[in-house]
Protein backbone atom coordinates (compact mmCIF):
# COMPACT_ATOMS: atom_id res chain seq x y z
CA UNK A 1 0.00 0.00 0.00
CA UNK A 2 1.12 3.47 -0.10
CA UNK A 3 0.53 6.58 1.73
CA UNK A 4 1.14 10.07 1.34
CA UNK A 5 0.98 12.15 4.39
CA UNK A 6 0.57 16.20 3.80
CA UNK A 7 3.23 15.79 0.85
CA UNK A 8 4.89 19.20 -0.67
CA UNK A 9 7.41 20.30 -3.02
CA UNK A 10 8.67 23.71 -3.82
CA UNK A 11 11.14 24.22 -6.41
CA UNK A 12 12.56 28.40 -5.64
CA UNK A 13 8.97 30.22 -5.21
CA UNK A 14 6.98 27.39 -7.35
CA UNK A 15 4.72 24.99 -5.18
CA UNK A 16 4.67 22.14 -7.34
CA UNK A 17 2.72 20.09 -4.73
CA UNK A 18 0.70 20.98 -1.41
CA UNK A 19 -0.06 19.31 1.06
CA UNK A 20 -1.21 15.94 -0.72
CA UNK A 21 -2.62 13.47 1.37
CA UNK A 22 -3.05 10.00 -0.13
CA UNK A 23 -4.02 6.30 0.87
CA UNK A 24 -3.97 3.41 -1.82
CA UNK A 25 -4.62 0.48 0.13
CA UNK A 26 -3.21 -2.79 -1.40
CA UNK A 27 -4.79 -4.23 -4.90
CA UNK A 28 -6.10 -1.05 -5.68
CA UNK A 29 -5.30 0.77 -8.93
CA UNK A 30 -5.28 4.44 -8.29
CA UNK A 31 -5.21 7.32 -11.09
CA UNK A 32 -4.39 10.37 -10.34
CA UNK A 33 -5.13 13.17 -13.36
CA UNK A 34 -5.16 16.65 -14.04
CA UNK A 35 -3.62 19.49 -16.64
CA UNK A 36 0.00 20.10 -17.52
CA UNK A 37 1.93 21.21 -14.83
CA UNK A 38 -0.65 20.19 -12.08
CA UNK A 39 2.12 18.20 -10.34
CA UNK A 40 1.71 14.97 -11.62
CA UNK A 41 5.33 14.08 -12.22
CA UNK A 42 6.36 15.66 -9.36
CA UNK A 43 4.39 13.50 -7.53
CA UNK A 44 5.59 10.37 -9.03
CA UNK A 45 9.52 10.93 -8.29
CA UNK A 46 9.31 11.88 -5.21
CA UNK A 47 6.87 8.56 -4.63
CA UNK A 48 9.95 6.64 -5.98
CA UNK A 49 12.24 8.37 -4.32
CA UNK A 50 14.11 10.15 -7.14
CA UNK A 51 14.10 13.40 -5.38
CA UNK A 52 13.16 14.37 -2.22
CA UNK A 53 10.09 16.02 -0.61
CA UNK A 54 10.28 19.53 0.56
CA UNK A 55 7.87 18.53 3.59
CA UNK A 56 5.77 15.05 4.36
CA UNK A 57 6.14 11.70 4.43
CA UNK A 58 6.19 8.92 2.15
CA UNK A 59 5.33 5.14 3.46
CA UNK A 60 5.53 2.02 0.72
CA UNK A 61 4.22 -1.04 2.22
CA UNK A 62 4.29 0.64 5.73
CA UNK A 63 8.45 1.51 4.82
CA UNK A 64 9.39 4.99 5.14
CA UNK A 65 10.85 6.39 2.07
CA UNK A 66 13.43 8.97 3.74
CA UNK A 67 14.79 6.64 6.40
CA UNK A 68 14.97 3.53 4.41
CA UNK A 69 14.86 4.29 0.69
CA UNK A 70 16.67 1.35 0.02
CA UNK A 71 14.07 -0.99 1.18
CA UNK A 72 11.79 1.35 0.12
CA UNK A 73 12.69 1.25 -3.28
CA UNK A 74 12.30 -2.81 -3.32
CA UNK A 75 9.72 -2.85 -2.96
CA UNK A 76 8.26 -0.76 -5.89
CA UNK A 77 8.12 -1.37 -9.63
CA UNK A 78 8.85 2.28 -11.53
CA UNK A 79 7.74 3.14 -14.72
CA UNK A 80 8.48 6.81 -16.09
CA UNK A 81 6.69 8.83 -18.96
CA UNK A 82 9.97 8.21 -20.98
CA UNK A 83 12.03 5.27 -21.05
CA UNK A 84 15.94 6.23 -20.07
CA UNK A 85 17.61 3.24 -21.41
CA UNK A 86 21.50 1.90 -21.84
CA UNK A 87 21.32 1.83 -25.53
CA UNK A 88 24.26 0.19 -26.32
CA UNK A 89 23.07 -3.20 -24.01
CA UNK A 90 20.82 -6.07 -25.74
CA UNK A 91 17.19 -6.14 -23.99
CA UNK A 92 18.40 -9.25 -22.02
CA UNK A 93 21.87 -7.54 -20.99
CA UNK A 94 19.16 -4.72 -19.75
CA UNK A 95 17.35 -7.10 -17.45
CA UNK A 96 20.36 -8.88 -16.47
CA UNK A 97 21.79 -5.23 -15.16
CA UNK A 98 18.50 -4.10 -13.18
CA UNK A 99 18.26 -7.76 -11.80
CA UNK A 100 21.67 -7.15 -10.16
CA UNK A 101 20.30 -4.30 -9.11
CA UNK A 102 17.61 -5.85 -7.03
CA UNK A 103 20.58 -8.63 -6.29
CA UNK A 104 18.15 -11.69 -8.06
CA UNK A 105 19.60 -14.71 -8.34
CA UNK A 106 21.16 -16.09 -11.63
CA UNK A 107 18.28 -18.60 -12.23
CA UNK A 108 15.42 -17.00 -10.94
CA UNK A 109 16.38 -14.31 -13.44
CA UNK A 110 16.89 -16.41 -16.58
CA UNK A 111 13.42 -17.50 -16.22
CA UNK A 112 11.70 -14.03 -15.06
CA UNK A 113 13.34 -12.34 -18.14
CA UNK A 114 12.22 -14.78 -20.24
CA UNK A 115 8.48 -14.62 -18.96
CA UNK A 116 8.37 -10.81 -18.88
CA UNK A 117 9.98 -10.68 -22.91
CA UNK A 118 7.59 -13.29 -23.79
CA UNK A 119 4.89 -11.53 -22.20
CA UNK A 120 5.28 -7.58 -24.13
CA UNK A 121 6.30 -9.34 -27.38
CA UNK A 122 10.09 -8.96 -27.07
CA UNK A 123 11.59 -12.50 -26.96
CA UNK A 124 12.72 -11.83 -30.61
CA UNK A 125 14.64 -8.98 -30.21
CA UNK A 126 16.26 -9.98 -26.76
CA UNK A 127 19.44 -10.09 -28.20
CA UNK A 128 19.46 -6.88 -30.24
CA UNK A 129 21.11 -3.60 -29.19
CA UNK A 130 18.25 -1.49 -27.80
CA UNK A 131 19.05 1.43 -29.76
CA UNK A 132 17.22 -0.30 -32.64
CA UNK A 133 14.25 -0.72 -30.47
CA UNK A 134 10.93 1.48 -31.42
CA UNK A 135 9.28 4.31 -29.02
CA UNK A 136 7.33 1.35 -27.91
CA UNK A 137 9.54 -1.36 -27.75
CA UNK A 138 11.58 0.84 -25.31
CA UNK A 139 8.41 1.79 -23.10
CA UNK A 140 7.66 -2.17 -23.24
CA UNK A 141 10.75 -2.75 -21.95
CA UNK A 142 10.83 -0.84 -19.80
CA UNK A 143 7.72 -2.61 -18.01
CA UNK A 144 9.27 -5.73 -17.94
CA UNK A 145 12.20 -4.99 -15.85
CA UNK A 146 9.88 -2.72 -13.47
CA UNK A 147 8.18 -6.56 -13.17
CA UNK A 148 10.84 -8.19 -13.10
CA UNK A 149 11.65 -8.60 -9.28
CA UNK A 150 7.78 -8.55 -8.80
CA UNK A 151 7.14 -5.63 -6.85
CA UNK A 152 4.77 -5.05 -4.50
CA UNK A 153 3.82 -1.30 -5.48
CA UNK A 154 3.62 0.00 -9.46
CA UNK A 155 4.14 3.53 -9.58
CA UNK A 156 3.78 4.30 -13.39
CA UNK A 157 3.73 7.98 -15.12
CA UNK A 158 1.93 7.84 -18.41
CA UNK A 159 1.89 4.10 -19.07
CA UNK A 160 0.52 4.33 -22.63
CA UNK A 161 2.24 6.78 -24.44
CA UNK A 162 3.95 5.35 -27.53
CA UNK A 163 2.03 1.91 -27.22
CA UNK A 164 -0.28 0.20 -30.02
CA UNK A 165 -3.68 -0.45 -29.66
CA UNK A 166 -2.46 -4.23 -28.61
CA UNK A 167 -0.22 -3.46 -26.39
CA UNK A 168 -2.72 -0.86 -24.57
CA UNK A 169 -4.85 -3.63 -24.23
CA UNK A 170 -2.47 -6.31 -22.70
CA UNK A 171 -1.39 -3.33 -20.51
CA UNK A 172 -4.79 -2.52 -19.13
CA UNK A 173 -4.91 -6.40 -18.77
CA UNK A 174 -1.78 -6.66 -16.86
CA UNK A 175 -2.61 -4.65 -14.44
CA UNK A 176 -5.85 -5.53 -13.50
CA UNK A 177 -4.52 -9.33 -13.29
CA UNK A 178 -1.99 -7.89 -10.84
CA UNK A 179 -4.35 -6.08 -8.90
CA UNK A 180 -5.94 -8.85 -8.30
CA UNK A 181 -3.12 -11.20 -6.86
CA UNK A 182 -2.65 -7.95 -4.50
CA UNK A 183 -0.26 -5.47 -6.47
CA UNK A 184 -0.79 -1.49 -5.36
CA UNK A 185 -0.89 0.47 -8.49
CA UNK A 186 -0.25 4.36 -8.64
CA UNK A 187 -1.07 5.59 -12.45
CA UNK A 188 -0.59 8.97 -13.22
CA UNK A 189 -2.00 9.49 -16.81
CA UNK A 190 -3.78 12.06 -19.32
CA UNK A 191 -5.47 9.09 -20.82
CA UNK A 192 -8.72 9.43 -19.28
CA UNK A 193 -10.30 6.66 -21.21
CA UNK A 194 -7.53 4.25 -19.58
CA UNK A 195 -8.24 5.52 -16.02
CA UNK A 196 -12.05 5.42 -16.50
CA UNK A 197 -11.50 1.59 -17.80
CA UNK A 198 -8.56 0.19 -15.05
CA UNK A 199 -9.11 2.58 -11.90
CA UNK A 200 -10.70 1.97 -8.76
CA UNK A 201 -10.52 4.85 -7.74
CA UNK A 202 -8.74 8.28 -8.93
CA UNK A 203 -7.93 11.47 -7.75
CA UNK A 204 -7.24 15.10 -9.43
CA UNK A 205 -4.96 17.67 -8.74
CA UNK A 206 -4.63 20.93 -9.84
CA UNK A 207 -2.08 23.50 -9.46
CA UNK A 208 -0.56 21.28 -6.54
CA UNK A 209 -3.44 21.21 -4.89
CA UNK A 210 -5.52 17.93 -4.37
CA UNK A 211 -9.20 18.68 -6.08
CA UNK A 212 -11.09 15.28 -4.96
CA UNK A 213 -10.76 11.96 -4.49
CA UNK A 214 -13.01 8.89 -5.69
CA UNK A 215 -14.73 6.65 -7.77
CA UNK A 216 -16.07 7.80 -11.14
CA UNK A 217 -19.41 7.72 -9.59
CA UNK A 218 -17.89 10.06 -6.54
CA UNK A 219 -16.56 12.31 -8.77
CA UNK A 220 -19.39 12.52 -11.56
CA UNK A 221 -21.83 13.68 -8.21
CA UNK A 222 -18.99 15.99 -6.93
CA UNK A 223 -19.23 17.56 -10.56
CA UNK A 224 -22.97 17.49 -10.25
CA UNK A 225 -22.68 15.90 -13.99
CA UNK A 226 -24.41 12.56 -13.26
CA UNK A 227 -24.38 11.03 -16.70
CA UNK A 228 -21.26 12.31 -17.88
CA UNK A 229 -18.07 10.47 -18.76
CA UNK A 230 -14.90 11.13 -16.58
CA UNK A 231 -13.84 13.99 -19.74
CA UNK A 232 -16.44 15.81 -18.73
CA UNK A 233 -16.30 15.60 -15.28
CA UNK A 234 -12.66 16.88 -15.72
CA UNK A 235 -13.11 19.57 -17.21
CA UNK A 236 -15.96 20.54 -14.97
CA UNK A 237 -13.99 20.02 -11.91
CA UNK A 238 -10.42 21.52 -12.55
CA UNK A 239 -12.31 24.56 -14.47
CA UNK A 240 -14.11 24.89 -11.38
CA UNK A 241 -10.81 25.17 -9.54
CA UNK A 242 -8.88 27.08 -11.69
CA UNK A 243 -11.94 29.99 -11.19
CA UNK A 244 -11.40 29.56 -7.33
Known amino acids: MIELQHLSKNFSKTVAVNDLTLNIQTG ?88 KLDMFSLSDWSNELIEAYSHGMKQRLIMAAALLHDPEVIIVDEPMVGLDPAAIKLVKELFRNLASEGVTIFMSTHSLNVAEDVCDRIGIINKGSLIVTGTIEDLRQHADVMDAGLEQVFMRLTQENGRA
Open 28 to 115: EIFGFIGPNGAGKTTTIKMMGGIIEPSSGVILICGVNMKTEPERAKSKIGFIPDQPYLYEKLTGMEFLNFIADLYEMNNEAFIQKAQD
